[in-house]
């Protein structure tokens, strides 16, 4: 890819070792979405459900 676009195999990894969703990594809209991506990778699965309901 390139010095500034890493593979997936890299962008796994560095998720797996930072302890983030990996579409953190590729949120490009605003900063609010990357705390949203962040906060629910983070959440418990009762969580991540109750966020669905709410946006189901």
Known sequence: MGKHRPDLLT????AEVL???MAFFYSDTDDEVAEL????????R?????VGEVLG
Do not use: D
Not at 11 to 14: E, N, S
Not at 46 to 50: D, I, S, T, V, Y
């Open 11 to 14: 962008v796994r990894k560095l």
């Open 46 to 50: 009762a969580g991540r459900k109750r």
């Open 19 to 21: 302890k983030v969703p």
């Open 37 to 44: 991506l962040l906060r629910y990778g983070q959440a418990s």
